[in-house]
């Protein structure tokens, strides 16, 4: 084959092309599983971390029923859809389901999932969160204590926050004021818990200091915490 010809260079190209396309595909195809096993960890790490059990993601993986002894799926009316236990948690729908698709879908018929955990005769449960930040995806979960109203511990995440701003809901500092704050205000309504700019004031059970320089994602967190905690309340309000 002549090589100088254009012929040559576009018979070339393709099959570099099909080569590269046909690699890719195939390491995707074999690293799937391993990628979900991490995912899966990653997720029971993250639940068990929000009732201050802190673990590896292979030690996660081992002790999580040990501490979840449930996992609940209610709809928009606080009505039982589906609960697991033990090992059959991670099977279930609770678990398994697909946050983002499932905040999309009309209120009627969304599956709101929700984790029963115990350590030390305590019981908590554990909300998972998700929503929209200054540039895509955040997420997370929360902890109330048994009283259902009094926040043990959270974790949050995000896809892509910018680093040094938005990015520090990850931190210890941001994470832990939320701890100990309240849900409900004292008539025994929902309140919920916001970030405040400038800082939170002593005493407010509601409020949580807000990161300087990251106002976007901050307030974008305490909606996604707004928005997800009120839809257990009446869940909540059937179990007292």
Do not use: C
Not at 125 to 149: Q, R
Not at 155 to 160: E, G, I, M, Q
């Amino acid at each position: 084959m002549d090589t100088n010809k254009n012929s040559y260079t576009f018979i070339f190209a393709l099959v570099m092309v099909i080569i590269v396309a046909f690699t890719l595909s195939f390491a995707a195809t074999s690293l799937k599983p391993l990628q979900d096993a991490n995912l899966k960890q990653e997720k029971m790490q993250n639940i068990l971390k929000t009732v201050g059990v802190n673990l590896s993601r292979e030690e996660a993986q081992i002790q999580f029923t040990n501490y979840v002894k449930k996992g609940i799926v209610i709809d928009n009316k606080g009505n039982l859809v589906e609960e697991k236990q033990g090992n059959e948690i991670e099977k279930g729908i609770a678990f398994t389901l697909n946050m983002k698709s499932e905040w999309k879908r009309k209120p009627e018929i969304q599956k709101i999932p929700l984790f029963v955990a115990e350590v030390e005769g305590k019981t908590f449960y554990v909300i998972p969160l998700n929503g929209m930040g200054m540039w895509s995806d955040i997420w997370g979960n929360v902890a109330l204590e048994s009283d259902k109203n009094t926040i043990a511990g959270v974790n949050f995440d995000h896809a892509s926050e910018t680093s040094g701003l938005g990015a520090e809901i990850t931190t210890d500092w941001f994470q832990k004021d939320w701890k100990g704050k309240k849900i409900m205000s004292e008539s025994g309504e929902f309140a919920s818990v916001v970030t405040v700019k400038g800082g939170a004031k002593d005493g407010d059970n509601h409020g949580v200091d807000a990161i300087s320089g990251g106002t976007v994602t901050s307030t974008a967190t305490s909606d996604m915490f707004s928005n997800r905690v009120k839809l257990y309340m009446p869940y909540f309000n059937k179990l007292k």
